[in-house]
């Protein structure tokens, strides 16, 4: 058998199966919700420490303030005041939907799968 | 910072203030309650049932009331209940099905907080039960006619009436006035959100023309109305209305988001959309727009990413440590991505006016 490592994905990957197996089928019905609360907030926390969530955020930031002087307040003022719009910056909603994506692999992958070609 | 359990405004002990003051407005002798218990849901605001006995006036006899306060945190794009009891009230008139309205009370001594009263009507409004309901099959196109209906009534409410004068009337076309209120909420943020901002952008810029502005409910979904035995109880949560155009609510009812994981049943979840549009049409002053519903239902993924940001903030800067604040404050790339494919469908689809 392999030796696995015990560290902080593979904790909270425990936490919650043991959450799951042995807690939640006890709880009573009102607690239930609070339990997947619980669950879904250890899972988020799991898949934030294995993914890199950033990239696209930063390929756009880098790529419309190469000076290193944006970041995404920046890029939501100008986006707001039409100083970045999609005439301006080709791709820009695809760009924005990959920052989307980004996001959701580690929010809500499963809203993912449900959307045909988001991922 | 502890999880703290969440304060109360009702003292359900000490009632005495409340039997007084509705005495007075009711025009009895006494108010006699026999207990009050809390209600669930009501993110923004308590809602509390009561029993009471009234001794002499018009409401003579036992009456099984609900009890709604404004709570500890208040969302700013909400109505306080003063104005939501007006807006009962002229729903009420129109023949809405509505829970009757009785009082309202903008002292704040009495209870703790401002609140209103209505009548209970039982039912079940839990969205996430009624979605799975498997008998849905059965109710649930007569169910989403009826509801299509009850909002062409709610829309045969227009201005001016007396009664509703605290409601602004829209200086510009509703789109474009709905981009400016959420972009005003959204200015108090503390997460930048360039996709929202982007989408509210497409929405200001490709607003429909203008037609006379209605009531328009505001929140107006699965999860607020109650279902009794498959048919509507009463339409509820009223605090977000204001006038605007119709087919910002058939929008939000469409919309993705409220579908609560129904996404084959177009209609919040629970029929199809050509069932929604018969009942309204049944019941409509104004024919309505089918083309541009698509564009609301991407309003209504903008307004509910903006509303999911606001409660997010209540966990990272409000001081308010609740687990579902937060992970609420981690939905808005959902229904960013819902209204980043709909501009994208809009777009494909060649009319014009979404170019």
Redesign the interface.
Known sequence: MAVRRISAETLIELAVATLRRELQPVLPPERRY?AA??A??LE?ARREILTDGESARWELIDHLYPEGDG???W???D??S?KV??AQVPG??ER??A???E??RI??PR??K??QG?S | MQPATRPHTLDPANLDALATWLAGVLEARSVRFGGASLLSGGAIQENWRLVADVEGGPRQGRHDWVLRTDAVARLTMSLDRTGEFGVLKAAHAAGVAIAEPIASCADPAIVGAPFLLQTYVPGDAQARRIVRDPALEDYGDALTERLGAELARIHGITPPREELAFLPIPLLPPGRNEVARLRGALDAATEPRPALEYVLSWLDAHAPEPEPVSLVHGDYRTGNYLVQDRRLGAILDWEFAHWGDRHEDIGWFMARCWRFGGDAREAGGIGNREAFYRGYRSAAALPMDEAVVPYWEIMAAAKWATVAALQGDRYRAGGECSIELALTGLMPPEMELDALDGIAALAASGDARWQ
């Open positions: 609070t609360m619980i879904n907030a988020i970041d995404l307040r890029l939501a003022a986006i707001r039409g719009s999609a820009l909603h924005l939907r920052i989307v994506v996001e959701l929010r809500n809203l993912l449900s959307r988001s």
